[in-house]
């Protein structure tokens, strides 16, 4: 059988404008950043094992086989 595709959807032009609304909407956002208070947060919750790592020691990746 014949697959009969449907139309609908958003032409280039509309997804172009709205992509440009978001942006324009967003752009103060992105710009500000992480606030401290999250990025501190951030990495507490990463623990030490991410300390140690970032540091360059620490244990031997598990899932890539130790190497």
């Known amino acids: 059988m014949k697959e009969v595709k449907k139309q609908g959807g958003l032409n280039a032009e509309?997804?172009?404008r709205i992509g440009h609304q978001l942006r324009a909407?967003?752009?103060d956002v992105v710009r500000q950043g992480v606030p401290d208070r999250f990025a501190e947060l951030i990495r507490k919750l990463d623990g030490p094992e991410a300390a140690t790592a970032a540091q360059g020691g620490g244990e031997p990746d598990k899932n890539n086989g130790g190497s």
Request: glycine content about 0%.
């Open 14 to 16: 509309i997804q172009s």
């Open 25 to 27: 909407m967003y752009d």
